[in-house]
């Protein structure tokens, strides 16, 4: 295990520049953010050449610190032949040894994190540690946990899964009643999908022998989900997520069957695809009720994923961020315009002199409901627009609801704020009337930035703001509904006015609540804020 003292890196996309980022993985834990990803060796490859793995830490998805280096040589893998592909079908992605490290995994069991890794494309091992820095990860077996019989290991595996041609790409789910599960990719001669198997609690024993995954066609265009390996597996609201680069299908059971739903990005967008094709290895998860989509590219591809004309196709890559979003009937879309605009910035920056600052790219937000907005203003067809339809070329609009007093959203790292000028706000729909304060800092004691009274608006709202020297370029928006009034009577029959709050549900975020849930008794109630500027 090597620990390094690595100067931090400041985000941007590529998240990290110049280190090869390949197959990132990404998991909160500790209110920290771990990225455990491969390592292709070198910008001139032509074939893949991973020489070991990497855990980079950051508490702001900007600013990156990297922390642990995993060598195969501290696996089984040492004792792997060294295998190049061969031009074979049946063994022509099978990798292994010292230039293998592929894609890897983590998951948190009492106390005990499991580290999953792809011997190339032929096997896969296990190995744990005591903190999720990995830093006394050790091989828990000293052979794979899972191999394939048509592609034997050596030495040979806890588990041999029959009539395929490598194990490899793990993906871990620990699901809300404490179960731990391990998805990974195969090939088949005949059919090519996805298997998974519940863990022991000991994280590296399989609880059962490893099934077959079913995917079913999308119902409405019949359409098959493409490729074999490369899966993220996660849970939202009780729906089951698998995915494969952009392309993702829903079960309301781990074991599936899932349903084939379609891309996270339009594929009608075929010049500008920032990597997000079915080579786009990665993974999504939630930080602080935002979600976000982390995976790699290959820089020798251009923005519509196949290799550049009269350029050899390298295997080097580098890793990208974007927000997602989840619209109607668990649809779910990578934000393609935060990329075409701002993506090189990254997630997590703002810049004051941008044209307009989405709802939905906030970092953090406390009583909040995200939601698919497109139906909200007037004159819009009356049917929403379906997140991922092959042929549509639009993105979905979103806006964030503020369900009440305690609603806030966090836009941290504003730059080029000017010292006054004006802050407009537009709402996806009228808000009820009270004030929108923006602080310029998280805690109570943050300095007022701007008040805007929101008294009968319709869409947008206008108010001067002024910043002092010292105020930081983090920028935190509170709702406050206007206080409602009561008469009561003292006993001398006098009358007096008391205010009276507002009655607003109190969630802990979109985790706990759907953003269809904030509408049934709420109609006209909250702020649903579609998005937000300042200007001289």
Known sequence: MLLLAVAPATGENPIVVGKGMADPHIHIFDDTAYLYVGHDRSPKATSFQMVDWNVWTSTDLVNWKHVTTISPKETYMKD?????????????????????????????????????????????????????????????????LVSAKASPSYPAADTEVDDTEGAYDPTLLLDDDGSAYLCFGYRHPSLSSYMLARL??????????????????DPKTGDSMPGSDKPTLHIRHGVYYLSAGTFYATADNVYGPYTYRGATLPHSQKSRTFGLTGQAHGRFFTWHEQSFHVWCMF??????????????YHRWRESWMTYTHYGDN????????????????????????????????????????KYQSDMDRPGTNKNRLNVNELHNSQQPEFAVNFLG???????????????????????????????????????????????????DIIHNATCPFERASSLAGELQFRFEPELSRRRIFRDDQQALDVPQALDVPRTSGPSALRAQDSFSKQQNTGAKLDWWSLSL
């Open 80 to 144: 792997s032949p060294t295998l190049h592909p061969l031009q074979r079908r049946r063994v022509d992605l099978r990798y292994s040894g010292d230039l293998a490290a592929w894609a890897c995994d983590v998951i948190e069991k009492d106390g005990t994190y499991g580290f999953f890794f792809s011997n190339g494309g032929t096997d896969m091992g296990v190995m744990l540690a005591s903190d999720p820095a990995l830093s006394d990860a050790k091989d828990a077996l000293g052979h794979p």
């Open 330 to 369: 668990d649809t779910m879309v990578d934000d393609w315009r935060f990329l075409d605009r701002h993506g090189r910035t990254g997630v997590g920056q703002y810049d004051a002199t941008w044209n307009k600052i989405e709802a939905e790219w906030y970092m953090q937000s406390t009583d909040c409901v």
């Open 405 to 455: 007093a305690t609603s806030t959203l966090t836009f941290p790292k504003v730059s080029n704020m000017p010292q006054s000028g004006t802050l407009t706000l537009s709402f996806s729909r009228p808000p009820s009337n009270g004030y929108m304060k923006v602080y310029g800092s998280t805690s109570d004691e943050g300095q007022l930035f701007a008040s805007c009274h929101l008294q």
């Open 299 to 312: 820089v020798d591809q251009n923005n519509s994923g196949v290799p550049v004309p009269g350029r050899t």
């Open 200 to 217: 022991k609690d000991s994280l590296y024993e399989l609880a059962e022998e490893p099934r077959v995954v079913i995917v079913l066609p």
